[in-house]
């Protein structure tokens, strides 16, 4: 049989980085082939050519055996290539339906639509209603609104990027079975992970790709989850050594029964959580993004400040509900957000303003109100120096560093601080595995030292790895506690999904 | 008191602004802030003056406005979409240009008056007693002011283009993503906002004082913008706000008549602190601005990001 | 998508790793030349020779000491505004009502000072000087208000209250405080010698203002370039969430803004009606706190830059005024050349933080 796509030779470089070199790839119809690698391997490079968005610098495509140059996304679409992006192209303010519309090139009527909607989510289960408003559904739901605008132009290629990376293992489980249906119609897919577990699970064939090249091609049910990680990471495996969780210590943060309303009316309103975080103790609370995590960020941080302050939450001992961000900071603890740009970052600002940020009230820093510039910069160079943040200087603007490094910079600021309580939301986002691991191995070292660390986090191998327990927030409600040792991943991922754990 | 002439004044009190703030809220749907208004407005004002006096065609004076308010609106198009300048900076830099051209372009044509536009009768209906004289009796930018908000207010809800102007507004991320053009978008949506401003500006030389006298539109195009947030981005609710503004504007004139004793300069600031305080009673509730406004609104946009 | 073409610019902008330093400075500059080609354009247009009139426009005023010294009376309103403006845009606080803030302190001074015309001390002029400034920080703090309690746009109040600030001055001076001996004219009775600012250099009105105004340079650029308050708006200006996250109290910096910028529009005024004008007139500004506005972006946000800027559109206003006696422009003209400076301006600065590829089509990036 004539494969349906495929690429010969394809090479793409950036200015600095080599993309994809070189790369082939065979896609049969009807296969699910999984695209493997690690963050910056190269394969949202090479979806992306596949999809029209980007040009190769050289090399062959062909499309059920013709050559093939895609002058735009809307071409591929013309092919039968549809993709689900990672991030979402969505709209808040717009229905499902709308949302849909939007991104369809035919000229249905929004009746139409409406019921051809409703004939796709049938038949390949994905319950959607057309009519609510898209900021009030779910990651997954959300994600449900990319495939659907997909599966309408009747694809003979779905690309997906990432897919379950947002999901509880419950829904990816109910994708997987929609995926497979897709698959048995003829649709061809090319699923982009790195989870290698659930990889096994669906695909019939891998590419496994590092630092732009085809290392592997695989099967992967005859491979095991170690043998084709050793070839993505392209080194025997460094797994952090998990540590002996530490003898319960004096709580350093705890929250008791802490319920806030949401300012924005497209948030989610936090209900009566409570939580310890012990000296020396890593906690981590999983959940599927949009649950509750930014409003738990903002009022543990001090960025919502609490108008009847009670004990709800206690740092040292010291109740924190209504105090300022500044305050909370005084007191030795530290915050870093999921957003980097923009948020625990100025991406228009030089790494030394960007140091500054969160030190202002150091007097080495600021004297009498007055800027020091050499103290300023030298505590730049020191957390560029500890944490090997990759950069042309402290001049540079954080905007202009990759995501892993501006992290490191980030955290490397506030590690730097000795914080006695560090709360941090998604600290490995989108991260390198290698970077991972030096940010994962520095939180840990900080708890060693004493302080409280609690993390917010959607990636559940990251929790497992270095939590000592965890706890799973579902639309503002936030579990019981449960040991990592003890604790299983179906029970978390159940908990992820809303269902009792049980 | 004879309700008959005030309620024709409201009319033509409120026609500039509906005019104008149905183009910004084109333009702000679309995600961007245009402050040019009240220069626009001037430049369009001046355009239809010089042509009606020049060509003597009311039709020529009209498009001229209209087009001349466009041509403006082109450059902050330009400056803000190609070489993203700051949106309010840029803004502000139309008002004051637009001050200026009018001002030297209109000082050959102070103290020349003009014929206002014919009333357009709509036969065998505007001789219906009272409601004839409301309805069916006015210039052709009356009823153009009408067709336009309906005209808006069916394209946001109703078109696929509408649909289209909408989600650029809302997230420029996903709309570029998507495959459409943000530049393209707003360009239009920019152009449109300057030809209704012109349009505006032009009922304000051509009928409401035919004369032209510098700075005329006195925070005209301002208050437009504030009616734009006044109504929550929604053309039923702007058509609404510009005439409570229109009747504002009118009864202050009224007020002398009716035998009560206040400095007119008191008088003459009432609209524009009705238009503080509408600002105040709308923005508080941060919750529904938040539901109504377009997200994107005054950021710029730059495809590599 | 079909229904929308697809506009392909001839060039793209590559965002700059840093912000160039040098387009910063070249920038203004080169808005500066531009702005002169159009007034050639411009003045052939009219039928005028435009060498000659870029001559009377631009280097006649300045050609004696007295032009020179007009120069300076009419920048020092200029960088007392422009300063505030700068420090208020740094953090996105659109404080655009500087006009009615002027004239406010111009109320609120020259009231003061009419109060106290027959006082005759040395402390009259500093009560007079500060009710000014009140005057001004008082009118500035009411967007604040609305801003920071109900979160309505600064934009559209504070220019709201100009035109109110304007027309209240109006009223007082056709009713209350006219002067009764003064013919009817809508004018307030002459200051005392001991409410006015004093005159430094003889025969010129060049008085003690301009001193304040180098002062508030200096204070200004401590402020903004080497303050943790600058560093705060600067922060709140760029990203919002961040200064949020930082602990910078958003509704703090939006009333040191507004407080600051209106106070020293206030003194502006002030020193404006107990200088140059020695009285209260109906209108006591020709646009100084809008011309402002330009001068705080010609100026890069920055105070030294704020002083030459002043010194362009000075030359501007006295240009304006020597064109018109001596070949017969409008006085718009200079309006006109304000507003394209700002657009040639605005277009240049796309340089500070972009630079220019030659490309036929967008390139991605890798993500």
């Known amino acids: ?502 | 008191m004879d309700l008959l002439p005030v309620i024709l004044t409201i009319i033509t009190a409120s026609t500039p602004l509906l005019l104008a703030a149905t183009g910004e809220l084109i333009t702000e749907k679309s995600g961007v802030l245009n402050l040019g208004v009240e220069g626009m407005m001037l430049i369009g004002a001046i355009a239809a003056f010089a042509t009606a006096v020049s060509t003597g065609s009311a039709l020529l004076a009209i498009l001229a406005g209209a087009f001349s308010g466009a041509l403006v609106a082109s450059i902050f198009a330009v400056l803000t979409l190609i070489f993203l300048a700051n949106q309010v900076a840029t803004g502000l830099a139309l008002t004051i240009f637009g001050v200026g051209l009018s001002a030297l372009i209109g000082s050959n044509f102070v103290g020349v008056a003009l014929e206002p536009l014919p009333k357009l009768n709509v036969d065998g209906l505007s001789t219906i007693p009272i409601l004839g004289k409301i309805l069916f009796n006015h210039d052709v930018l009356v009823y153009l002011s009408f067709g336009m908000i309906f005209l808006v207010g069916w394209f946001l809800s109703k078109t696929r283009a509408g649909l289209i102007l909408r989600a650029v507004g809302e997230s420029h991320d996903s709309a570029h993503a998507l495959g459409y053009s943000i530049i393209t978008v707003r360009y239009l949506a920019v152009i449109f906002g300057g030809f209704m401003s012109g349009l505006g500006g032009s009922y304000l030389s051509l009928v409401y004082t035919p004369l032209w006298a510098e700075n005329m539109t006195a925070g005209r195009g301002w208050i437009a913008l504030a009616l734009v947030v006044f109504g929550t981005w929604r053309a039923g609710r702007v058509a609404f706000g510009a005439y409570l503004f229109g009747t504002i504007t009118i009864l202050q004139l009224h007020v002398q008549g009716w035998g009560i004793n206040i400095a007119s300069q008191f008088m003459t600031m009432l609209p524009y602190i009705a238009t503080i305080v509408v600002l105040v009673l709308i923005s508080r509730d941060k919750g529904r601005i938040r539901m109504n406004a377009p997200q994107c609104i005054g950021k710029p946009f730059h495809p590599s990001k | 998508m079909s229904l929308i073409p697809q506009f392909i610019p001839k060039f793209v902008l590559e965002t700059r790793v840093e912000v160039s330093n040098k387009w910063v400075i070249l920038s203004p500059i080169i808005a500066i030349i531009l702005t002169l080609f159009s007034g050639i354009i411009i003045f052939s247009l009219m039928g005028k020779d435009p060498l000659l009139a870029l001559y009377t426009f631009f280097i006649q005023p300045v050609t004696t000491l007295f032009g020179v010294t007009e120069l300076l009376v009419k920048a020092t309103p200029l960088v007392l505004i422009g300063v505030g403006l700068a420090i208020g845009f740094k953090a996105n606080v659109w404080n655009i009502g500087a006009e009615g803030q002027f004239t406010m302190g111009a109320i609120f001074g020259g009231g003061a000072a009419l109060l106290c015309n027959n006082i005759e001390s040395y402390l009259v002029l500093p009560f007079v000087l500060l009710l000014g400034i009140l005057g001004g920080a008082f009118w500035g703090a009411i967007p604040a208000f609305f801003k920071t309690r109900f979160n309505a746009n600064e934009i559209l109040t504070s220019l709201m209250l100009s035109y109110i600030a304007v027309l209240f001055l109006s009223y007082l001076v056709h009713g209350p405080w006219r002067d009764p001996g003064g013919f009817n004219f809508p004018e307030s009775q002459l200051f005392s010698d001991y409410a006015m600012l004093p005159v430094l250099v003889e025969n010129s009105r060049l008085n003690l203002g301009s001193v304040f105004a180098i002062l508030v340079v200096l204070l200004g650029w401590i402020l903004i370039a080497r303050s943790i308050i600058g560093f705060q708006l600067r922060v709140v200006g760029l990203a919002p969430a961040a200064a949020h996250y930082a602990g910078f109290k958003h509704s703090g910096l939006v009333w040191l803004s507004f407080t600051i910028s209106g106070g020293l529009a206030g003194l502006a005024g002030i020193a404006e009606v107990s200088g140059p004008i020695g009285q209260l007139l109906p209108s006591v500004s020709p646009g100084y706190g809008f011309t402002a506005i330009i001068v705080a972006f010609l100026g890069r946000l920055h105070p030294v830059g704020v002083l030459f800027a002043s010194l362009v559109m000075a030359l501007s206003y006295i240009g304006g005024e020597n064109a018109q006696i001596e070949i017969g422009l409008p006085a718009a003209v200079t309006g006109l050349f304000q507003g394209v400076l700002l657009f040639f301006l605005l277009a240049c600065d796309v340089l500070v933080r972009y630079r220019i590829k030659s490309s036929s089509f967008i390139s991605g990036k890798r993500s």
């Open chain 1, 1 to 502: 049989m004539a494969p349906l796509l495929k690429l010969s030779g394809v090479t793409k470089s950036f200015p600095g980085i080599l993309a994809n070199d070189n790369v082939d790839l065979n896609v049969m119809p009807g296969e699910i082939h999984a695209l493997l690698g690690e963050n910056g391997a190269g394969k949202s490079t090479l979806v992306k050519i596949i999809y029209g968005l980007l040009k190769p610098d050289s090399g062959l495509l062909e499309w059920q055996g013709t050559p093939l140059k895609l002058l735009g996304p809307s071409e591929a679409r013309a092919l039968g290539i549809g993709m689900v992006f990672q991030h979402f192209s969505l709209f808040d303010a717009l229905t499902v339906c709308e949302n849909i519309a939007i991104a369809s090139d035919s000229n249905l009527s929004l009746k139409t639509l409406h019921s051809k909607i409703m004939e796709v989510s049938e038949d390949y289960g994905l319950p959607l209603d057309p009519d609510r408003y898209v900021h009030s559904l779910s990651v997954g739901e959300k994600q449900r609104i990319e495939i659907i605008r997909c599966l309408l132009q009747s694809p003979k290629l779905l690309i997906l990027d990432e897919p379950t990376s947002v999901l509880t293992p419950q829904e990816a489980k109910n994708l997987f079975v929609t995926l497979e249906t897709l698959a048995a119609s003829g649709c061809a897919i090319l699923y982009i992970s790195h989870k290698l577990e659930e990889v096994k699970r669906l695909c019939m064939k891998a590419t496994i790709l590092r630092n732009g090249a085809v290392v592997a091609t695989c099967d992967p049910r005859l491979e095991t989850a170690r043998t084709m990680a050793e070839r993505m990471i392209g080194s025997k495996l460094n797994n952090i050594q998990r540590r002996k969780s530490p003898e319960s210590g004096r709580p350093r943060v705890r929250i008791n029964k802490l319920s806030l309303k949401s300012s924005d009316p497209f948030g989610i309103d936090l209900k009566s959580i409570s939580l310890n975080v012990s000296r020396g103790e890593v906690v981590g609370i999983a959940g599927v993004a949009g649950n509750g995590q930014n409003e738990l960020m903002a009022a543990l941080s001090g960025e919502v400040i609490q108008s009847y302050p009670n004990d709800t939450i206690v740092f040292d001992d010291i109740c924190v509900a209504g105090m300022r961000v500044s305050e909370r900071r005084a007191m030795g603890s530290c915050f870093v957000p999921e957003e980097r740009y923009g948020h625990a970052a100025i991406k228009e600002m030089s790494l030394k303003d960007n140091a500054l940020l969160t030190s202002s009230k150091n007097i080495n820093l600021v004297k009498k109100g007055l800027l020091q510039f050499d103290a300023i910069n030298d505590l730049t160079e020191k957390i560029i120096f500890d944490f090997d943040v990759r950069t042309t200087g402290s001049k540079m603007e954080s905007g202009s560093l990759s995501g892993g490094n501006l992290q490191k910079f980030i955290l490397g600021r506030e590690i730097l601080q000795e914080p006695g309580i560090l709360i941090i939301s998604q600290p490995t986002w989108g991260v390198d595995a290698g970077a991972a691991l030096v940010l994962r191995k520095s939180l840990l070292e900080l708890a060693a030292r004493g302080c409280a660390v609690l993390i917010i986090s959607q990636d559940l191998d990251e929790i497992f790895e270095i939590c000592d327990r965890i706890a799973v927030l579902y639309q503002g409600n936030l579990s019981a506690l449960m040991d990592t040792e003890t604790a299983s991943m179906d029970q978390v991922g159940l908990l992820m999904g809303g269902g009792n754990g049980e």
